[in-house]
């Protein structure tokens, strides 16, 4: 999530704001109009003048599986199920 924070900010907004004037880099990020699906993690970018958020930010739930990270959870965000709900002790876990 930092990597696509700083990559839209290098290479979307600050060239579109022309300079290092803080109300024009706002203002370029406000004018940022990306649909969901559209960054590397997934999201999209639109910020709420009001609230300085992006509106197509989302959470989504994460398992390591196989030593990979896995997400399970929103849909249609989720590629696999969650498994092992509850979790097992420690000691019980093995590869999940």
Same mark, same amino acid.
């Given at each position: $999530?930092? +990597?696509?924070?700083?990559?839209?900010?290098?290479? #979307?907004?600050? =060239?579109?704001?022309?300079?290092?004037?803080?109300? !024009?880099?706002?203002?370029?990020?406000l004018?940022?109009?990306?649909?969901?699906?559209?960054?590397?993690?997934?999201?999209? $970018?639109? +910020?709420?003048?009001?609230?300085?958020?992006?509106? #197509?930010?989302? =959470?989504?739930?994460?398992?390591w599986?196989?030593? !990979?990270?896995?997400?399970?959870?929103?849909?249609?965000?989720?590629?696999?199920?969650?498994?092992?709900?509850?979790?097992?002790?420690?000691?019980k876990?093995?590869?999940?």
């Amino acid at each position: $999530m930092g +990597f696509t924070a700083m990559y839209l900010l290098l290479k #979307r907004i600050l =060239p579109a704001a022309g300079s290092l004037d803080t109300e !024009k880099i706002r203002q370029a990020a406000l004018a940022l109009d990306m649909p969901v699906g559209s960054t590397i993690v997934g999201w999209g $970018m639109k +910020f709420d003048p009001a609230t300085q958020n992006n509106t #197509r930010a989302f =959470p989504t739930y994460d398992q390591w599986r196989a030593r !990979k990270i896995v997400t399970v959870a929103p849909d249609p965000f989720g590629v696999k199920k969650p498994t092992a709900m509850p979790l097992p002790t420690w000691g019980k876990r093995g590869a999940i």
